[in-house]
């Protein structure tokens, strides 16, 4: 009797213990140096801290809400964690493909006590979405083909005769129409409400016409940084990240114009439907990786602002190169004079009308 | 031969007429024939053929709209949108019952990203007043728990309109015996009060699929409170005595008073949450997209839309489709045109040379098929760009000018080029295998008859090819016409094809009604030029080898 216990006590440890030590994670990010920020900032020392969770990355976020969406009609959910462009965390908030979530549950409060939802404050944009970084869309120009007087305002795109040159813009018109309009001359608090309007998407898209001959459209971030590269253009719009690491890692020729950059931000969200001990192991993975140090950490690998008001002082200097990561960051206030805000709300309306008109104006 | 008819019917060895023992034989080895392909069969059909026919059955698929507000797309249908005036207080009514039901399950922002896509605007009205739909039951909350505080129990609610087996299942139920027993409704209840009826119907399944609390236990939504007091102001006096069990003297009480309750205007709470429910476009949104099946996506991939006067054509400054597919045809037919040209000789050659040589010959073809798409498609941009190797090349020859350089890539011609390269080995391959078998003798044999080279060819040789050249051209064309990666990366804005708005509508913009429309369209299109192909080539006269 007593060895039979004894026997079903030790198999029953023995498998629990087998249990605990194969969770293995799998985790969707964009793939390039942004994951290997995610990599290195929280999910490496994570891994070291807990031995039993392995995480698996799948670059598959360019693709996360159309494939979450197959997962879920499938019944077949094989993602434990998601990172989305706050935009798409809309959309798979609407459709109930995320999870929503207690920010003052989940998060970490800030060192001095201030609660997670007052630390990121305005960055938690929805019910489902877990903010991780503010980066900007801006422009960067060559410095060898721009002349004595580098572009030094948004306008300067849009100025054929003072930098002549191809200039690369995204294939999409989220972006490129505001500027557009804001180089016509509507006032930056009027942009939405002209752009909402059939006559001011056309005149944002007569503005386009005006350099379109001169356009190289990209639709991958890397494009960009490529096109500059190579010569091909003198000026173009990317993700500041993929400037900063052409600049100070690869030493090219290449100046960063910050005026209208847009801030838009990137984080996680929890895909619906997780089986309760899967959550659980990644409820604790986003509490550890969200707190105000793992943040700063990561700004070291990547030129992103990170989404914490309490990290920002903690941001250091760059992992290799060892230069101060703050004047690099969108959100520095030398670099952050103009912005914009990437309006959500207005582009979860009008971006499926305003696209027809960009992609059949693109290919008349 | 006579005599043979008068014998009756050829009997086999076992008396049976012939004909019947020869067909169940014959019958016999079919089946056995099919029972070997089954397995292939039955994976080709599950893997393909039923996804594919999933994925295009929802260019007409459309339940969403009456799924998610059933009482107020049926009220609609009565309402006439060219008086111009919003519809009346009972459809705002069997909105606020639809939208909060609808906003308990999420189910209101899937609905208005679907309605979105036909009138931009709905997509954060929707959003908007799901966040505002908990405010719109308050009211009749109110009432109902003043009345009795046994309002507020779900077990009043579940005594009313569950029916007396499922209560009792209810009783016995724990959360250890698993899911919960399935919903049945009160038939008394359901016939006196068809929306709560409804209401509760969706409330116990949510309680039962997220299986955390007993239907009975949960607390009630406030959208029963609304749907309740509606159903109590038009239900008949007898019908409401007939309902039993627990409940109904709490029922009969609440119906005595809800006459006195003062009317809530809905109409006013919605406008409130958002104006855009003053205004008849949405309401006429609702109202056209409300049956089951639409030719909606359909009419927008042809480039026409449906309105109150009827289907007319898009603004000409949305029309792209139509446009997209005839450049997608022409393109590929070119591109196909392109990799004939300059396989044919590839492929004449190989099929001539000596074995050993031809080989060599044949990794060189098959090299490229080896390598990344994506790498060779890059591998094209640093040749075509304008800083590229091919302008290098011509600057330093002096043929070009350094200030003019040619525009070789983002473009048609980039899209060509890069094509035509990637399929070349599509068209080479059958050409190659089809020239193979044609004996080199009847070109001597056409020459020794006096013919010249050039007859010889055209007369003797090119006929025996032309297999090679339909398998090839079908395969390429095909192929080009699917295309969309290469497209996007050396195709600028008007070297694209359908398939980069297809691929755009599936992972990007999520409208997969379209993205379905779309893609029938260019598989009927395929299909269309391949019965052609048939009638005026023959499809016999295919050969891959």
Known sequence: MKLTKTLLATSALVMSAGAASAIDLTFVSWGGAYQKSQLEAYAKPYMEAHPDVNIIWDESSAEAVAKLRAMNEAGNLTWDLVDVDAADSFRLCDEGLAMEYDPDELLAPADDGTSASEDFGAQIVNACYIPQIVYSTTFGYRTDLVGDTPPSNICDVFDLEAYPGKRSLEKRPINNMEWALLCDGVAKEDIYDVLATDEGQQQALAKLGTIKDQVIWWSAGADTPQLLADGEVVMGSTYNGRLFSAIAEQNQPIGMLWDAQVFSFDGWVIPTGLPEDRLAVVKDFLFFATDTQRLADQAKYISYGPARASSAPLVGQHADLGIDMAPHMPTDPANAQNVFYYNFEFWADYRDDIDAKFQAWLAG | MSDTTDTGPMRAADGTPLKKSLARALRRQKLRALALIAPLLIFVLVTFVVPIADMLFRSVENQIVSDTLPHTVRLLSSWDSSTGETPDEPVYAALAVDFQAASEEKNHTKLGTRLNYENPGLSSM????????????????????????????????????????????????????????????????????????????????????????????????????????????????????????????????????????????????????????????????????????????????????????????????????????????????????????????????????????????????????????????????????????????????????????????????????????????????????????????????????????????????????????????????????????????????????????????????????????????????????????????????????
């Not at chain 2, 003798?441 to 050249?469: D, M």
């Open chain 2, 126 to 545: 929707f959003r908007k007043t799901g966040r505002g739909a908990d405010d719109i039951g308050k009211a009749s909350t109110k009432r109902f728990t003043d009345l009795d505080p046994a309002w507020k129990d779900g077990a009043t609610w579940a005594a009313l309109l569950g029916s007396d087996d499922w209560l009792a299942d209810m009783a016995e139920w724990s959360k250890d015996d698993g899911r919960q027993p399935r919903f049945s409704p009160r038939a008394e209840a359901a016939s006196a009060l068809p929306m709560t009826s409804d209401v509760y119907t969706a409330f116990a399944r949510v309680a039962r699929t997220e299986n955390k609390k007993s239907a009975v236990e949960t607390k009630p939504w406030p959208v029963l409170y609304t749907a309740l007091e509606q159903d109590l102001a038009t239900a008949s006096p007898e019908s409401l005595s007939a309902v039993n069990g627990a409940s109904a003297g709490l029922l009969q009480a609440a119906g005595a008073a809800v006459p006195g309750f003062e009317p809530i205007s809905y109409k006013d709470a919605f406008i409130d949450i958002d104006k855009g429910w003053s205004e008849v476009d949405s309401w006429q949104t609702i109202q056209s997209y409300a049956a089951r099946y639409t030719p909606g996506y359909f009419l927008n991939a042809v480039d026409l839309e449906k309105s109150p006067e009827g289907i007319q054509q898009r603004p000409e400054q949305q029309q792209i489709y139509l446009m997209l597919f005839w450049r997608t045809i022409w393109m590929s037919m070119l591109i196909t045109f392109c990799c004939l040209v300059l396989g044919y000789p590839v492929a004449w050659i190989l099929a001539n040379l000596r074995a050993s040589t031809a080989n060599v010959l044949m990794i060189l073809v098959l090299l490229p098929f080896w390598t990344s798409l994506l790498v060779r498609t890059s591998a094209w941009k640093v040749m075509l760009q304008q800083q590229g190797v091919i302008n290098d090349i011509l600057v330093w020859l002096g043929l070009v000018d350094d200030g003019s350089r040619l525009v070789l890539i983002n473009n048609q011609f980039g899209t060509i080029v890069a094509m035509t390269h990637i399929l070349l080995p599509f068209m080479i391959l059958p050409l190659y295998s089809v020239m193979k078998t044609i004996p080199p003798t009847y070109l001597r044999a056409a020459k020794s008859l006096g013919a010249t080279n050039w007859t010889a060819f055209w007369r003797v040789y090119f006929p025996q090819s032309v297999p090679g050249i339909g398998a090839g051209s079908i395969l390429c064309y095909i192929l080009a016409i699917g295309y969309y990666i290469t497209p996007e990366l050396v195709g600028g804005t008007q070297g694209v094809f359908i398939s980069n708005r297809i691929a755009f509508h599936i992972s990007s913009s999520l409208n997969w009604g379209l993205a379905a429309a779309l893609g029938s369209i260019l598989l009927g299109a395929v299909l269309l030029l391949y019965y052609v192909y048939d009638k005026i080539v023959g499809i016999d006269n295919v050969k891959l080898g």
